[in-house]
């Protein structure tokens, strides 16, 4: 799609669904962003599981990085493909 088919889109789309909203929980857009990359493949149930004690001490760039990938996959371990998960959540930190 070219640029200003996108943004027709948006446009049409935010005419049509006035309240947007999402089942995951999260604290910030940066939260918000490591759901959705937590969610691929998984649910939302069981990513809001899984971050609601992670986002309470973890919940800013800064935070993940100084974490490092290792200590992210320990954290999302029950989320199936986890290791690329962490590994997409630690470089997009």
């Known amino acids: 799609m070219k640029s200003g088919e996108i943004n027709s889109l948006f446009k049409n789309l935010s005419k049509i669904i006035k309240n947007p909203r999402s089942d995951l929980k999260y604290?910030?857009?940066?939260?918000?962003?490591?759901?959705?990359?937590?969610?691929?493949?998984?649910?939302?149930?069981?990513?809001?599981n899984v971050t609601k004690n992670i986002y309470s001490k973890y919940n800013k760039p800064e935070h993940f990085v100084k974490l490092g990938r290792k200590k992210i996959e320990k954290l999302i371990k029950s989320i199936g493909l986890f290791r690329n998960k962490a590994k997409s959540v630690y470089l997009l930190s």
């Open 27 to 48: 604290k910030n857009k940066f939260t918000l962003l490591v759901s959705v990359v937590l969610s691929a493949q998984c649910t939302d149930v069981n990513v809001n």
